[in-house]
């Protein structure tokens, strides 16, 4: 009796560390490799005629100043930044990107951040996004949003402007095998200068825009402005952390056609361009910060002028953490029971043993 007392509360007390090892382990190391196993691989006829493009849109790295709760800022940008950093690497191997396009909204406060804020930032999205040593022969493209020079929350200035372009310096207009990508600045209606005449329906060479702020979705003056003088076949846009692939006919843009891209159905959709219609492809948030389950990475393939495209969707952040919290409740009524009823029922046995 006095030998089975202290070995069977050792076991009992084994419980829950199994658990937290269980949990950890799934959440953080598993859960990424399994998720995708969910995945839809796109095809390339011609490897040489194929760009491969990844595309990461609001990934808002969380600043230091306006955490809800501040004393959590720590640990909220640890969780965060990891979380991005795991997805990210494990979309980057999958798709084995030639080119990694960032839509915009990179960092949360960028656009209200000192000079010195703004630099931190930028090495943290560094370190989070080209820390593993991309390969020297993919190139990345990289666009303001509203929460990196303002816009919404706050104007934007010549200064912030500067002071992104200096930190991501490339032109606006970028060439890469038979497409040209064109960066669309909607925050101050800005375009590249672009002299030569084109034709929709020449797809020798393939014209993408880029931009943070949805053209089609919202139409204007300057949206009308971008279309007649660039003529894209395609867009890529961002900012309402949703996915969607909004098509018109290029010359009427009468009618618009909205197709939701959800987790559901892991669909892979294709497309011919320079036919009749262009598209406007939204790519969803790649933060869960955001508020939403439904974050993840744009996946595309240009051939010729085939499109071919899906969402890499991430795991969701908010189950795994839920699962945490519940976790934690479960070891802490373990702890209380423990106390309560087990440790004084076998102290009773080891006075009765001992006797007197």
Same mark, same amino acid.
């Given at each position: +009796?006095?030998?089975f007392?202290?070995?069977?509360k050792?076991?009992?007390?084994?419980?829950?560390?199994?658990?937290?090892?269980?949990?950890?382990?799934?959440?953080?190391?598993?859960?990424?490799?399994?998720n995708?196993?969910?995945?839809?691989?796109?095809?390339?006829?011609n490897?040489?005629?194929? &760009?491969?493009?990844?595309?990461? @849109?609001?990934?808002?790295?969380?600043? *230091? *100043?306006?955490?809800?709760y501040?004393?959590?800022?720590?640990?909220s940008?640890?969780?965060?930044?990891?979380?991005?950093?795991k &997805?990210?690497?494990?979309?980057?191997?999958?798709?084995?990107?030639?080119?990694?396009?960032?839509?915009?909204?990179?960092?949360?406060?960028?656009?209200?951040?000192?000079?010195? $804020?703004?630099?931190?930032?930028?090495?943290?999205l560094?370190?989070?996004?080209?820390?593993?040593?991309?390969?020297?022969?993919?190139?990345?493209i990289?666009l303001?949003?509203?929460?990196?020079?303002?816009?919404?929350?706050?104007?934007? &200035?010549?200064? !912030?402007?500067?002071?992104?372009?200096? @930190?991501?310096s490339?032109p606006?207009?970028?060439?890469?095998?038979?497409?040209?990508?064109?960066?669309?600045?909607?925050?101050?209606?800005?375009?590249?200068?672009? !002299?030569? !005449?084109?034709?929709?329906?020449?797809?020798?060479?393939? =014209? %993408?825009?880029?931009?943070?702020?949805?053209? +089609?979705?919202k139409?204007?003056?300057?949206?009308?402005?971008?279309? $007649?003088?660039?003529?894209?076949?395609?867009?890529?846009t961002?900012?309402?952390? !949703?996915? +969607?692939?909004?098509? &018109?006919? @290029?010359?009427?843009?009468?009618? =618009?056609?909205?197709?939701?891209v959800?987790?559901?159905?892991?669909?892979?959709?294709?497309?011919?361009?320079g036919?009749?219609?262009?598209?406007?492809?939204?790519?969803?948030?790649?933060?869960?910060?955001?508020?939403?389950?439904?974050?993840?990475?744009?996946? @595309?393939?240009?051939? *010729?002028?085939?499109?071919?495209?899906? %969402?890499?969707?991430?795991?969701?952040?908010?189950?795994?953490?839920?699962?945490?919290?519940?976790?934690?409740?479960?070891?802490?009524?373990?702890?209380i029971?423990?106390?309560? =009823?087990?440790?004084?029922?076998?102290?009773?046995?080891?006075?009765?043993?001992?006797?007197?």
């Amino acid at each position: +009796m006095h030998f089975f007392r202290p070995c069977f509360k050792r076991r009992l007390l084994h419980i829950p560390l199994i658990l937290v090892i269980l949990c950890v382990s799934h959440h953080e190391i598993f859960s990424y490799y399994l998720n995708t196993q969910n995945w839809s691989s796109l095809r390339c006829d011609n490897k040489n005629e194929c &760009t491969r493009i990844l595309l990461v @849109a609001d990934p808002q790295i969380i600043g *230091n *100043n306006e955490e809800k709760y501040h004393f959590i800022t720590p640990f909220s940008i640890f969780d965060s930044d990891r979380f991005l950093q795991k &997805t990210y690497h494990h979309a980057f191997n999958f798709v084995q990107p030639d080119l990694v396009i960032f839509l915009g909204d990179l960092m949360d406060e960028a656009h209200k951040a000192t000079n010195e $804020e703004f630099n931190n930032y930028v090495r943290r999205l560094f370190n989070i996004f080209l820390s593993g040593g991309s390969p020297s022969n993919v190139r990345h493209i990289w666009l303001p949003g509203d929460n990196d020079i303002g816009g919404e929350d706050s104007s934007v &200035t010549k200064n !912030k402007i500067k002071r992104f372009d200096r @930190a991501f310096s490339q032109p606006s207009l970028i060439n890469f095998k038979n497409i040209t990508f064109f960066k669309i600045n909607r925050l101050i209606s800005d375009i590249p200068v672009y !002299k030569e !005449k084109r034709e929709f329906y020449n797809t020798d060479e393939i =014209f %993408v825009g880029l931009s943070h702020v949805p053209l +089609m979705f919202k139409p204007s003056i300057f949206v009308d402005k971008v279309i $007649e003088k660039m003529m894209p076949h395609l867009l890529f846009t961002a900012h309402e952390h !949703k996915s +969607m692939i909004i098509s &018109t006919d @290029a010359l009427l843009r009468q009618d =618009f056609q909205i197709v939701p891209v959800t987790p559901k159905d892991q669909q892979i959709f294709e497309f011919t361009l320079g036919m009749t219609d262009m598209y406007e492809i939204l790519i969803p948030t790649s933060s869960y910060r955001m508020g939403t389950d439904k974050v993840g990475y744009g996946y @595309a393939i240009i051939e *010729n002028n085939v499109l071919r495209f899906t %969402v890499l969707w991430s795991p969701s952040r908010f189950t795994q953490l839920k699962c945490y919290f519940y976790l934690i409740l479960v070891i802490f009524l373990f702890i209380i029971l423990y106390k309560c =009823f087990i440790c004084p029922k076998y102290s009773r046995i080891a006075r009765i043993v001992k006797g007197p």
